[in-house]
C-alpha cells in the first residue's frame, strides 16, 4: 500500500508566530521586506529563534531567496524544501529537471513537518514566503492561492509600490480574501513618484480595517558588486532597528495571541449564547463543543484542548511542553457536515461563483421575474434528472421547504380529480422511518417518532408501510424482514439486490406486490383518504440510515399508480387521457432527494436505482455543493395544471423572500457542472473497478461505493454481538452496531463508542517527523446505534484509506469491549 500521509493541517502553535509573506506580484519586493522582518524580529526578540522557509524556489541556487537572506542575516535560519535551477514558473521548472514532482499533499506535509519542528524548539518566528504572485502556479500546477489555503498562516501581502500597483495589490487582496485567508497587514516601499502606499492606506484601513505600512526603499543597485552588499547590509540594519518595524511586530505578535484567546474561548462563551439543534444540552459542556477554525476539503480545523502553559519564572521565556503542542488538528468531516458537503469546503469555484453573483445581483426579488442562474439551473436539472415527467420547478431555500411545497402541489392535484371536498383530511402514503423535515407540514408527512413525539402541533398524517432492509451481516448479504429483523433473502453481491429486472419475478416480487395491494384494499375500506405517496429513494437517512429494498419501492410505486380505483370515489374520473402517458395515476409520487440525490449514492439521481418516475423530485443538500442553502421542487405539467385558474387563490401561493436567491442558483450552476466533470472523467472509477472485481461481473457493477470491499467485508463478518450489519452505497458507509441493552431506535447508544474512539483520532507515535503535530481525527454523528460517515464526491482513494483504518482501530477496540 502506497504512504498515505496526513491531510493537511492548519499551522498554529502558542510559541510559534508564523506568518505567510504574499506578493501583489513578482518582482514587488517580497525578499525584501520578508529580511528586514526576519533581522527586526531577531533584534527584538534575541532569545528566539527566527526562521526563514520558502517552500519552492527557481533559479540558479546561488541566486536563490534563501541564500539572499543568509547573507545579509546570517542570524538567521533559512530552509528551501524544493529549489529547482531553471528561472522559469515552478509548473514548468519542475518537470524540467530530473527531480520528482511533489504533489499538493507532498508539499504541504513537508511545510508542517518543518514547522513542527521549529515549534519544537521554544517560542520563535517563522516566515513563510511564497513564489511570484498570489498566483503563480506550485510545481503540480496548483496557484498558490489554492495550495496553502489549508494551512491557514495569516498573511502579509507585500503590495506593489510601482505604476499599476494599486490595481494588482488590491485585486491580490481580494483573491486572498475570497479564500478565507486573514491579511494582517500590507507593506510596500515608500515611493515618492507614484506613493501608492497613500492611496492603499486609506483603502484598506476605512474598508478593512487593515494596517498598511512602509519601509524605505532599497538603494540603487551599484555596477560594483562589493558595493551593492555594503550597502544592501546598511540598508537592512538600518530598516530593521527602525521603531516602525518593531511596532509592526508588536503588532503581530498581539494579533498572534489574540487569535488563540478567542478560539480557547470559543467553546466556553457558545455554550452560553448559542442554542444547538439536535441536541440536549443540559448535557452539553463547552469541552464537547468543537472549535472549527476553518475547514478545506474533506477537513474542518479543530481546537485542540491544551493545558495552559505555565510561566517558569526562571526563564524569560514559557518552557513547558504545551506551548510547543499544535493548537488546531485536521478531523475528516464524517457528516459531510450533515449530508450537505459534496465538492469539499472552500471550493474556490463554488466560491468565485457565489461572488459573482453577489456582485452581478446581490438578491432580486423572483415573483413574475425571472434572472439567468435561475433559468439555467432549472434547465439544467430538467435536462439532466432523465425523467420526462418533470417539467416545472419550483425553488426554495431547503430540503424541509422544499417537501413541503412537494405535498402541496400533490394533495391539490389529488383533491381536483378525485374530487375530494377542501374540508376532507388528507394523508399520505409512505414508509416507518421516514423522515421529511423540520417544517409543520413536512413533520406531519413522517409517522410518529421521537422528532416529532413531542411536538405540540404535530399531526401524522398518513399511513407508513413496513418494508425490508438490506444489509451485509456474516458474510451475505441480506435482505431482512421488517418484523422479525432476520434474514429472508441472501444474495451474493448488492449490485444483485439492484438487479430489478431480474428480481421482477420473482417470489419476492409478488409477495411485496400482495402485501402492498392487500394494504391499500383495507385502507380504502375503512373510508382513508390520499394524496400522495413519499418516498426517500433507496436510503432512509434521518430514521436511521436504512437501506430499503429497492425492488420493494419499486414494487410500492407501481401499485400505487395501477389502482386509482383504491384512492378515488366511485364516480370519480379515476383515469387520465390516454394520451397523455406522462400524467400522475393512482396517487402522485414524490420522491424526497434532498439527501439520496445529487452522486450521494453514485448516480445523479436516486430515482435511477428504483426503475420508476417520479411526478415531484425534491432536492437540496448537495444542490449548491455544501455552500449556500437552496432547494428545487421538479413538477410534473399534470401537477402544474392542478394549480391553473382565473382565480388567484387557486396559484400555489407558496414563497420565500430569498427564492431563487441568484447567489445558491449560480453556485448550484456550478456545483453541478463539477459533478458531472468528476463523473465524465473517470474520476471514480478506482471505486467501481475495486467493486466490480469483487463482485466477478465482467460488466460495470450496477452498486458501487468509496469504501473499500475489503472493509465492507470485514465489518460485516464482525461477530454479532459487535456488529449487526453494515452497508455501503456510494459515498455513504452505514455501519449498525449491536445493542447490548436492547435499546433501538434514535435512542439506542451502541454506537457512541466508536464514534468517541474516531474523535480521539489517529496516533503519531513513533513518526518522529509528526511527533510535534497532534493526531487528525474522525468527526461523525450518529443516528441511534448506527455509525454513518460520508465521504466528499471529490475525496481521494488515500484519504478514504486514512479514514479507513482509523475505522477499522475503532471497531477493533468495540470487538474486544463487547467479549469483556
Known amino acids: 500500500m502506497p504512504l498515505i500521509l496526513p491531510p493537511a493541517r492548519s499551522l498554529l502553535w502558542r510559541s510559534l508566530r508564523a506568518y505567510q509573506v504574499y506578493g501583489a506580484n513578482t518582482d514587488v519586493g517580497k525578499t525584501v521586506v520578508t529580511t528586514i522582518l526576519c533581522k527586526a524580529a531577531h533584534r527584538r526578540w534575541r532569545n528566539e529563534d527566527t526562521v526563514f522557509l520558502k517552500p519552492v524556489s527557481t533559479g540558479p541556487a546561488d541566486d536563490a531567496d534563501d541564500r539572499h537572506i543568509q547573507k545579509f ?38 511545510i508542517s513537518i518543518f514547522a513542527a519542528r521549529q515549534a519544537s524548539r521554544g517560542p520563535g518566528w517563522l516566515f513563510v514566503e511564497t513564489a511570484g504572485g498570489v498566483h503563480s502556479p506550485s510545481p503540480s500546477g496548483s496557484t498558490q492561492a489554492d495550495l496553502y489555503m489549508p494551512l491557514r498562516l495569516p498573511v502579509l501581502l507585500v503590495g506593489d509600490s510601482k505604476l499599476g500597483g494599486i490595481s494588482q495589490t488590491i485585486s491580490a487582496f481580494e483573491s486572498l480574501k475570497i479564500r478565507g485567508y486573514d491579511v494582517e497587514m500590507v507593506l510596500l516601499f515608500q515611493e515618492a513618484d507614484y506613493q501608492n502606499h497613500l492611496y492603499l492606506g486609506d483603502y484598506f ?29 546598511r540598508y537592512y540594519n538600518n530598516s530593521s532597528q527602525s521603531a516602525e518595524l518593531h511596532d509592526m511586530l508588536g503588532y503581530l505578535d498581539d494579533r498572534h495571541t489574540d487569535r488563540i484567546s478567542r478560539l480557547e474561548s470559543m467553546s466556553s462563551k457558545a455554550s452560553k449564547k448559542i442554542w444547538y439543534p439536535f441536541t440536549q444540552q443540559k448535557h452539553l459542556t463547552p469541552d464537547k463543543i468543537a472549535v472549527i477554525d476553518s475547514a478545506r476539503g474533506d477537513y474542518f480545523q479543530t481546537l485542540v484542548t491544551t493545558t495552559p502553559a505555565v510561566q517558569d519564572p526562571a526563564a524569560s521565556t514559557t518552557t513547558t511542553s504545551p506551548n510547543n503542542k499544535a493548537l ?77 411545497v412537494a405535498v402541496k402541489m400533490a394533495l391539490r392535484a389529488a383533491r381536483l380529480r378525485y374530487g375530494w371536498d377542501a374540508s376532507e383530511p388528507l394523508g399520505v402514503l409512505g414508509l416507518q422511518g421516514s423522515y421529511h423535515g423540520d ?26 408501510f413496513d418494508y425490508p432492509v438490506v444489509e451485509y451481516s456474516g458474510g451475505t448479504w441480506m435482505v431482512r424482514d421488517p418484523v422479525t429483523g432476520r434474514g429472508r433473502y441472501s444474495y451474493p453481491s448488492l449490485s444483485a439486490i439492484f438487479d430489478l429486472e431480474s428480481r421482477a419475478s420473482s417470489e419476492e416480487a409478488q409477495m411485496y406486490e400482495h402485501q402492498i395491494r392487500t394494504t391499500l384494499v383495507r385502507l380504502a375500506e375503512q373510508g382513508r383518504k390520499f394524496g400522495a405517496l413519499i418516498i426517500e429513494p433507496v436510503v432512509l437517512g434521518a430514521g436511521g440510515m436504512l437501506l430499503v429494498d429497492p425492488l420493494f419501492q419499486n414494487t410500492l410505486v407501481k401499485v400505487v399508480r395501477q389502482n386509482p380505483q383504491l384512492f378515488s370515489k366511485a364516480t370519480a374520473r379515476t383515469n387520465t387521457p390516454a394520451e397523455d402517458d406522462r400524467a400522475w395515476t393512482g396517487l402522485p409520487v414524490v420522491f424526497d432527494e434532498v439527501f439520496t440525490g445529487l452522486y450521494r449514492l453514485g448516480r445523479f439521481s436516486a430515482a435511477s436505482f428504483l426503475g420508476v418516475d417520479a411526478d415531484i423530485s425534491v432536492h437540496a443538500k448537495l444542490l449548491t455543493g455544501g455552500l449556500v442553502p437552496l432547494s428545487v421542487t421538479l413538477a410534473s405539467e399534470s401537477i402544474f395544471q392542478a394549480f391553473e385558474s382565473d382565480d388567484k387563490s387557486d396559484a400555489l401561493l407558496h414563497g420565500h423572500s430569498y427564492t431563487a436567491h441568484p447567489v445558491g442558483c449560480q453556485v448550484a450552476l456550478e456545483s453541478l457542472k463539477e459533478m458531472q466533470g468528476i463523473e465524465a472523467r473517470g474520476d471514480w472509477d478506482w471505486a467501481r473497478e475495486a467493486h466490480k472485481q469483487s463482485e466477478g461481473t465482467p460488466k460495470d457493477a450496477a452498486a458501487w ?116
Not at 205 to 233: C, F, N, W, Y
Not at 342 to 353: E, I, K, Q, T, Y
Open 439 to 464: 417544517t409543520i407540514g413536512a413533520m406531519d408527512c413522517s409517522p410518529p417518532c421521537v422528532f416529532n413525539e413531542k411536538v405540540e402541533w404535530y399531526e401524522g398524517k398518513g399511513f407508513w
Open 205 to 233: 484601513g476605512q474598508r478593512h480595517g487593515i494596517p498598511v505600512r512602509t519601509v524605505p526603499e532599497p538603494p540603487k543597485r551599484p555596477d560594483d558588486q562589493g558595493s551593492d552588499v555594503l550597502a544592501m547590509s
Open 328 to 404: 488546531l488538528r485536521p478531523s475528516f468531516d464524517g457528516s459531510a457536515s450533515w449530508w450537505t458537503q459534496g465538492l469539499g469546503h472552500g471550493n474556490p469555484n463554488l466560491v468565485l461563483a457565489a461572488a459573482y453573483a453577489a456582485g452581478r445581483y446581490g438578491h432580486v426579488m423572483f415573483a413574475e421575474a425571472v434572472h439567468e442562474p435561475a433559468l439555467a439551473l432549472a434547465e439544467t436539472l430538467l435536462a439532466r434528472m432523465g425523467n420526462p415527467r418533470l417539467t416545472r420547478t419550483f425553488f426554495s431555500d431547503n430540503g424541509s421547504t422544499g417537501t413541503e
Open 73 to 110: 542575516g546570517p542570524e538567521i535560519a533559512t530552509k528551501t524544501l524544493f529549489q529547482y535551477d531553471l528561472a522559469v514558473s515552478p509548473h514548468i521548472a519542475a518537470p524540467a529537471s530530473n527531480k520528482p514532482v511533489p504533489s499538493d499533499e507532498t508539499l504541504l506535509a513537508e
Open 705 to 820: 461505493s468509496v469504501w473499500s470491499p475489503e472493509l465492507i467485508d470485514w465489518v460485516g463478518r464482525l461477530p454479532s454481538s459487535c456488529v449487526a450489519g453494515v452497508w455501503a452505497l456510494g459515498t455513504v458507509l452505514a455501519i449498525r452496531m449491536a445493542s447490548a441493552d436492547g435499546t433501538q431506535g434514535y435512542k439506542g447508544g451502541a454506537a457512541r463508542g466508536v464514534q468517541a474512539t474516531l474523535l480521539e483520532g489517529h496516533s503519531h507515535e513513533g513518526d518522529s517527523d509528526w511527533a510535534n503535530v497532534p493526531q487528525w481525527n474522525v468527526h461523525t454523528r450518529v443516528l441511534g446505534n448506527t455509525l454513518y460517515i460520508m465521504a466528499g464526491l471529490k475525496s481521494t482513494q488515500g484519504s478514504i484509506k486514512g479514514v479507513e483504518s482509523q475505522l477499522h482501530t475503532a471497531l477493533l477496540k468495540a470487538k474486544n469491549e463487547s467479549h469483556a
